[in-house]
């Protein structure tokens, strides 16, 4: 039996009691560590609240180590848990994972949680008011892409806010260090609000008049940082002033507000760090 177990955004204790349950009788447990990290709770900590061991999957593991290690062992009686930051379901690696399972004829079930998908709320943007979700990637010297930057634009053309998610480089082979016959992984890295937002007014310079006139250093952004936590960060104002915000630890994440309705423009000035950056009402 495989189960996938959302965790939950701020520590350990945000499991909910089925998924610590069913994770303190498995007889196997792996923590997925490459979509998402509970950076509150080490591992350590994990395993002392859960009282199992605890495999850390990275995304090599999972990609290629899968059948065998995880989904391998949890055949017959033998209970596996996978345990994943936030909700199980909210990266397309886990929606593999189970399909490989049932291709197997491996039973599983899903354990959900709390996710950034949902929390997002918090900054007051209603979640039925948001469009297509955008990964934010690292730009490299000579690797710049911009369809990140052609989401933003379509879902705010439709009037639809944007929630972008943020890169995480976590077990990053280092290729200067491979060609030289070493397998040496880089330091992990995590992409700021600020980062993102230089990449966004840059990506969108080399774009059409429409798409500068709806996204550019006054569109009204929200930045938020720890999501989930006691010490979480949600700052709301145009991007120009954003980009000039400390936000503090990881893990960030940007929204791109569209037209507000009221309420939203309401809340949002709970968090502005300029109030006359949110307009009284859009509607």
């Known amino acids: ?47 002392e609240f859960y009282g199992r061991r605890i495999t850390v999957a990275d995304r090599e593991f999972v990609e290629e180590k899968a059948e065998e290690e995880i989904l391998g062992r949890a055949r017959g009686d033998s209970v596996v848990s996978f345990l994943v930051v936030g909700d199980p379901l909210g990266a397309t690696t886990h929606t593999d994972l ?15 949680n709390a996710s950034i998908m949902n929390a997002i709320a918090s900054t007051g943007l209603q979640l039925y008011n948001f469009g297509e979700t955008v990964s934010i990637c690292f730009w490299k010297d000579n690797w710049k892409p911009v369809s990140f930057v052609e989401k933003i634009v379509k879902g705010l053309k439709n009037n639809l806010h944007v929630l972008c998610l943020l890169d995480i480089r976590v077990k990053e082979i280092d290729w200067k260090e ?79 507000a569209s037209k507000l309705h009221p309420l939203e423009a309401d809340m949002l000035r709970f968090f502005a760090v300029d109030k006359d950056d949110i307009p009284k009402s859009s509607s």
């Open 178 to 256: 491979m060609v030289k016959g070493r397998k040496v992984y880089e330091p992990p890295t995590y992409m700021t609000v600020n980062t993102a937002i230089k990449q966004i007014l840059e990506g969108v310079e080399g774009m059409d008049k429409e798409s500068q006139e709806l996204l550019n250093g006054d569109t009204i952004g929200v930045g938020v940082a720890r999501l989930g936590t006691d010490d979480q960060i949600i700052k709301s104002g145009t991007l120009k002033h954003l980009l000039e915000e400390d936000f503090g630890q990881p893990l960030h994440s940007l929204c791109i």
């Open 1 to 47: 039996m495989l189960y996938l177990i959302g965790l939950g955004l701020g520590d350990v204790s945000d499991v909910t009691v089925k998924g610590r349950d069913i994770i303190r009788r498995s007889d196997h447990v792996f923590l997925e560590g490459y979509t998402s990290l509970l950076l509150r709770s080490p591992v350590t900590e994990l395993e």
């Open 98 to 112: 189970i399909i490989r399972a049932v291709e197997m004829g491996i039973q599983y079930k899903v354990i959900h």
